[in-house]
């Protein structure tokens, strides 16, 4: 290859690059903008804040409201994907590794779950969760958030495991490792990516559903945030909530970027490489 | 260390397949014995059946006298080598090669001496640090074994360890594993598919098709006596030649001309329900060019004339093809070996025979040329029962034995 095409090349790339991230940040930006403008300048239109102010996150760290729904969140979300994570992680070890009878449904099943239009589902859950008493409760949050994500932990990490080579547990097994020995030391540090991959998957699910957030909840007992942003009302009733909803959205935007940043060095790729013959 | 007997061995799948019927086997304290045949023919299932990775259907299993059927592999203290290596890639080799150990709870020191030791047997000292992935084929294959020969266990399973390697490095690492495997003194069973592997490694062969035992004996043994058409024509490179004969007044009628045949024989096929139709097979190296045989020789055999196709001139003698009119001789047996050298669909016209002359000969391409071969060499197979019925209690006896 010439170095001419190779110059080339990378402008272009570059300057699809730089569309990309452009496109795809300039609603988060704009938020971001909003977030720091005073209630006077906030319709202005202006991309860059004529007067800068942090009032807006003053004021929804001023009372418990946005604090109590960010704990709540964190807890949901938390708990969910790891319950999600680890029995998803059972499942489509099963699925990749045995043969056992009803497996093609038990898969069909999960694919159906996940097809299913969640809003259809919500009035019954209402109705089943208040006669359960799990209505405004976390598990009344986490326990539908589990069964929506699980499709999905499934699917990623069955497609992880099928990756790992099938000797290689054989190899434990000989090398006396149990079982548990051989899928605990051997297994799942090769499938670690996969693990994590899912993880934040199941966690950006957990952490930005509005709907079953909405409707099965009531008060700031277990409301997070994105239901109870929508709760949000200005100083007085006249006023508009609009720059602390966007500084809110800025503040629960943070743990996302940040668990993506913490585990994206372990997503690393070919971490199963040489393990057989290359 | 120990000794490992299969007794009646069979492994049957739930949809009624059978993988491996009946075997027999017992391997002595020490030994080295090779499963070798053609793929499905059972040899890896028996080997995962020994390791404990497959559960045997029925029969008994017993390694140093005690039954091991229903142990876990790992209270079976038996260790293996995989054709894929599967060499943790998390871990460097250090940790691979310890890994069997630290699982067994040896203490630190212990184990840091015995992969020390075992990666010096195996010069892999300077490697000792790094991850699988930054390691060539060979190296890998060696920490494999390394892996296996670190905690010194009863018996060595090996399965196709150096079918990834190249030609070259194959060769190599044969006698590496020969030489191991003397050393360490341990009981080897080694699975191939390879047949030159098969008879320069094992002090046994194990012989198999579709999930039985052909013939089982030291490589020689089953070079030069094989029980039948299957053991003759899978054993030998190039594999021995086989034509149609036709048992007529007391000769066989062949390509070849009409082979005499001895009082023995003779008797055998007397019989009422003695098959009319037989195959010759005889091997290469029991040809010679007519020319240079001396008289005292040319009486053991017989001669034909036949035009030459190819002649490849390996230095040390000539392999010479001949073009032979004829009945192509045909067998299940043949066709199954034909399968697994993937020739099925390659037939040609005529048969060809395969002969190795000596490299004196002037045998040059498209001449016709006469050929000597010796009587006291040939097989003659049954077709139906592929049975080698010159074999007189388990010694081949050629045509001509009375």
């Not at chain 1, 990309?20 to 977030?35: E, G, K, M, Q, T």
């Not at chain 2, 055999?301 to 004829?326: H, L, N, Q, R």
């Amino acid at each position: 290859m010439a170095t001419e095409t190779t110059t080339r090349a990378k402008l272009r790339w570059g300057l699809l690059d730089v569309i990309v991230v452009v496109f795809a940040f300039i609603p988060v930006l704009w938020i971001a903008s909003l977030s720091f403008k005073t209630p006077a300048t906030l319709a202005d239109g202006k991309f860059w804040p004529r007067e800068w102010t942090l009032d807006n996150y003053r004021t929804i760290f001023a009372t418990d409201q946005f604090i109590r729904a960010l704990v709540n969140s964190i807890g949901i979300a938390l708990i969910a994907t790891l319950v999600a994570v680890v029995l998803g992680a059972m499942a489509a070890y099963a699925i990749s590794r045995l043969d056992f009878p009803g497996k093609k449904l038990l898969v069909g099943v999960s694919l159906l779950i996940a097809m299913f239009p969640q809003v259809s589902l919500v009035s019954p859950l209402f109705e089943i969760e208040r006669q359960l008493g799990l209505f405004d409760t976390w598990p009344g949050l986490i326990l539908p958030y589990i069964t929506f994500a699980l499709p999905l932990a499934i699917y990623t990490l069955s497609a992880f495991f099928k990756q790992i080579p099938w000797d290689l547990e054989k190899a434990a097994k000989m090398d006396g490792a149990t079982q548990g020995q051989a899928f605990r030391r051997v297994i799942a540090p090769l499938a670690a990516p996969g693990l994590f991959t899912t993880a934040i998957l199941v966690f950006i699910f957990c952490w930005n559903d509005f709907l079953f957030a909405i409707s099965l909840t009531s008060t700031e007992r277990s409301r997070t945030v994105p239901a109870a942003l929508s709760f949000f009302t200005g100083a007085s009733q006249f006023e508009d909530p609009t720059g602390a909803i966007c500084a809110a959205a800025v503040v629960i935007t943070i743990p996302i970027i940040l668990f993506v940043l913490f585990f994206q060095r372990r997503i690393v790729s070919g971490l199963t490489s040489g393990a057989v013959k290359g | 260390m120990a000794d490992i007997v299969l007794d009646k061995v069979s492994k049957r799948y739930p949809d009624g397949t059978v993988a491996v019927q009946d075997v027999d086997l017992e391997i002595a304290d020490g030994e080295f014995v090779i499963l070798v045949g053609p793929s499905g023919c059972g040899k890896s299932t028996t080997l995962n059946m020994i390791a404990g990775l497959e559960d045997i259907s029925s029969g008994e299993l017993r390694i140093a006298g005690e039954r091991v059927n229903d142990k876990a592999p790992r209270d079976r203290d038996i260790a293996m080598v995989f054709q894929s290596y599967a060499l943790y890639p998390n871990m460097t080799v250090r940790e691979n090669m310890a890994f069997p150990l630290r699982l067994a709870k040896v203490d630190k020191e212990t184990i840091d001496s015995k992969v020390e030791e075992a990666a010096k047997v195996l010069e892999l000292t300077p490697l000792l640090d790094r991850k699988p992935a930054n390691l060539s084929g060979g190296q890998r294959q060696r920490v494999a074994m390394g892996r296996a020969i670190v905690r010194q266990p009863k018996a060595f399973l090996m399965d196709e360890p150096l079918s990834n390697l190249d030609a070259k490095l194959r060769v190599q690492m044969r006698t590496v594993v020969s030489r191991l495997q003397k050393q360490l003194g341990t009981t080897t069973v080694y699975v191939t598919h390879d047949q030159t592997e098969a008879m320069t490694l094992g002090d046994r062969v194990v012989i198999m098709r579709g999930g039985a035992v052909q013939q089982v004996g030291p490589p020689q043994e089953l070079y030069d006596h094989p029980r039948n058409l299957f053991v003759a024509g899978f054993i030998g490179s190039p594999s021995m030649n086989f034509l149609h004969a036709a048992v007529e007044d007391g000769k066989l009628r062949t390509a070849l001309g009409d082979v005499p045949i001895g009082e023995r024989l003779r008797r055998q096929l007397d019989g009422a329900d003695a098959p009319r139709e037989l195959i010759l097979g005889i091997r290469p190296e029991h040809f010679e060019d007519a020319g240079l045989v001396d008289d005292d020789t040319r009486r053991r055999g017989m001669e034909f004339e036949a035009p030459v196709e190819i002649v490849e001139s390996m230095g040390s003698d000539k392999y010479v093809y001949f073009t032979v009119e004829g009945e192509r001789a045909s067998a299940a047996e043949l066709e199954e070996l034909a399968a697994d050298a993937g020739a099925a669909d390659f037939t040609g016209t005529g048969a060809s025979l395969v002969t190795r002359l000596s490299a004196e000969s002037p045998v040059r391409e498209g001449e016709n040329r006469r050929v000597w071969f010796n009587l006291e060499k040939i097989h003659l197979f049954d077709p139906s029962t592929g049975r080698n019925l010159t074999l007189h209690e388990g010694r081949a006896s050629g045509a001509l034995a009375d």
